[in-house]
């Protein structure tokens, strides 16, 4: 394996072990899946260039284009073409719009951080672009050493971050992947310093000996030792801790600093729902006899593809253990009518910084600082998580009925509620308008709205929903008449914006199932979303536009009392008057066996896409194969062709092919001249002529050697016939005394340019002035 081909490997390598310090940032690990992939792509792309022998500055465009073609294919397929795999412009407009969300929720989130798109956009991003500067600077470069310092930079994101610190793992995987990187070259270095000589051979000839390679052992077990003390020391001396370190910045810079930034998980309408495990996430036993949701947080702003929350910044004085203010909204009148709903809460393995709550908590008995933020009432900590605590929360059960809704207002106290983002498409104002033309007030419009997605509109709940773009989404899925909780819940928060009713969206959990009376579980599939509506006098009011197939029957408050025996189902049985109120396209997504063909379609685009991909892909590593190959048999055939017939030259190409062939087989001979080389081979391969094969390989290199020398010095070169029959036999004497591994490597992953600068005469002039064939 040659040194550019072993670095590129070790430098990925490197790579992935250091970028696993970012794991205490993040609440789970799906971001680790296409971060390897990125680095993985990188790697190979500098491994290919060296196996093509190809020159090295071609690794610079290689790893980056690879590193395009990937993230491309795992962030953003919708815009990339062939199937989703080559980038395009909208590809990449897109890729960066991701990224730059990313950037925006980097700048807010605290550890450990919920994982979304747009933060597995920028960590992929910045792992493909930490993975391509190093592997260049330690690959083409050849300074693995200084390839370190890309490595270092993630290692102290992750150690200024991360409240814990990287953690004992973290830091040995990180130290064990530059140690591997670093030694690559190690030999090389040595070797610059002069030949190691050893042992006095005959006639008091110094001869080369095994000591580099045993500095180079004593080299990487120093490391190794040096990394373990590293690692020892600071849990054994004295005030070395992270805690010590921690109270020196706030006696530095004083506590505080204005408040901790609240993070909430933003909600990203274009990304599929992926089916959760059936983990039970929550355990809780309430007085409720049909209790609601539980919700995690609200989002209220929209930038035309995520929902995410208004920036806050709790003070400690807004702690829950003071109880917390009246919901937003709602009069001292609703809130005495209202009953007074405990709730006791034992959370498994669902780590969020925010609380689970029935909504509108007035009290939460919990461990820890937890902070509320009055607009909204979301609970977050900036210390911990939630996973394995238990709390208790007594909450208001606020259930309005049709008359009281039907003549609030709905103006609010906040222009961000009925914000729309710029460019809205005309198709969900249109759609909104149309659909609650017949309404006056506020409450008719948002029932309106509900109804027609969950019964007149011919929508389906599918977890095989399209992903668009950002600005498209929407009416992407307004078109498609599919989609999932989160797409509905978003979509009718938006076309209530649209008609004045400040709206927005809840993320949290279904009640779960009831095991026992007044014990509940929630699992991990639960998870759910919906709108919240704003109605002076009341507060916010859940709606639930998903179809009753998720979501079972709406709250008591939304369902319409003209028509309460209305089929709650997908694809709705509409009375005669109803068609009218539907477009073409509405209607005939209603035809039976529409969707079906639509989906078996769907399905066949989808197939034949991968089968496409799956083709390039193999056509790829196809010609991965074959460049190496490809590129010895074109560097033999030119050499020939140079070599114009002349004997002189044949012999040269002769020689030359045998010493590339046999640094494949890593078994190229040192020796100043054509006969210190050829003893050297026999003796190192034992090639002794009691085997009939040997004494046949025997004699082909008496004969190329012979060759050799006459090309060089003597006045008649010898004649060339049969040269490559020698070369043929000698390699196969050779190849037979290796394993079969060996001699695959050989074939298929030649070394691209073998160091034959040393070998004895494979550059210059022959004593009879005939010019040699260069290698």
Known sequence: MSRDLRAALLAGAATVMTLLVLAPLLADRTWLQPVVLVVAAVSLAAAGVALAGLPRWTAVPATLLAALVITTALLVPSQAALGGFLPTRRSVEALGLL??????????????????????????????????ATVLVAGPLRRPGAAGLPLLLVVCVATALSPGGIGLLGYLSAAAGYLAMALTDADRRLAAWGQVLGRRGAGGTAVPSGVTEHLVRVAAVTAAVAVGVGALVPALVPGASADRLQQVVDERFGEGGGGATAVNPFLDIREDLEEQDDTVVIRYATTDDDPDPLRIVTADTFDGAVWGPSPVAPSADQAVSGGLPSPPGATAEVLGAADRVSTSLSVGGLAQTFLPLPYPPAQVDVEGTWLYDPRTLNVLSTTGTTEGLAYSVTSYDISPDAAQLATATTAGTDPTWTTLPEGVSEVVVGEAERVTADETSPYGQALALQQWFRNFGGFTYSLDAPTTTDRDAVEAF??????????????????SRSLGIPARVAVGFLPGEEVEPGQWEIRADDAHAWPELYFDGVGWVRFEPTPAGRTGAPPSWAVPESDPAVPDAATPSAPAALPEQLGPDESAAQQPGAEAGRDLWDRVRGLAADAAVLLLVLLAVGLLLAVPRGWRALRAWRRRREADGDAARLAVVAWTELLERLADLDALPSGATAREQAARLRSTQRIDGDDPADGEALASLSRLVEAWERALYAPEPAPADGLDDDVAAVLAAVRNRLPRRARWSATWFPTPSPDLAATAGTAGSTGSGRPTVGV
């Open 99 to 132: 990224v730059a969300r990313g950037v925006e929720t980097s700048q807010v989130v605290v550890a450990p951080a919920p994982v979304d798109g747009p933060v597995v956009a920028l960590l992929t991003v910045a792992a493909a672009l930490v993975a391509v």
């Open 478 to 495: 307004l078109e498609d008449r599919r989609g999932y909780c989160v797409q509905f819940a978003s979509t009718m928060a938006l076309m």
